[in-house]
């Protein structure tokens, strides 16, 4: 059973930035295209980046491109979100997640999810 674990989350000032990590295990983490999702309260979760299994592909929502960075290492098991310049549109639960495919998935539907982790954005 794949298990994800995120960290990095916190309190930042607009402008600012902080940078998400996720921690894999149980899984072959390289084999798998994994994601960063949101969720701000009464909204819906909505993807924020994905990134295929050997990082070849990529994708970004539109009120994050050019701010957010998306990465993986595959022999930490790890992958990183990198967010700059941060509104306070941005607060929300991040939570990264992961599918047992190679491809680069830009849907809701993966296997696996971390528990979450709070960032907020004071303006």
């Known amino acids: 059973q794949v298990q994800l674990v995120e960290s990095g989350g916190g309190l930042v000032q607009a402008g600012g930035s902080l940078r998400l990590s996720c921690a894999s295990s149980?899984?072959?983490?390289?084999?798998?295209?994994v994601g960063w999702f949101r969720q701000a309260p009464a909204k819906e979760r909505e993807l924020v980046a994905a990134?295929?299994?050997?990082?070849?592909?990529?994708y970004y929502a539109g009120s994050v491109k050019g701010r957010f960075t998306i990465s993986r290492d595959n022999a930490k098991n790890t992958m990183s979100l990198q967010m700059n310049r941060l509104k306070a549109g941005d607060t929300a639960v991040y939570y990264c997640?992961?599918?047992?495919?190679?491809?680069?998935?830009?849907?809701?539907?993966?296997?696996?999810w971390g528990q979450g982790t709070q960032v907020t954005v004071s303006s």
């Open positions: 990134i295929s299994w050997n990082g070849g592909s990529t």
């Open positions: 149980g899984g072959t983490f390289s084999s798998y295209a």
């Open positions: 997640a992961a599918k047992n495919t190679r491809v680069l998935v830009q849907t809701a539907h993966y296997d696996y």
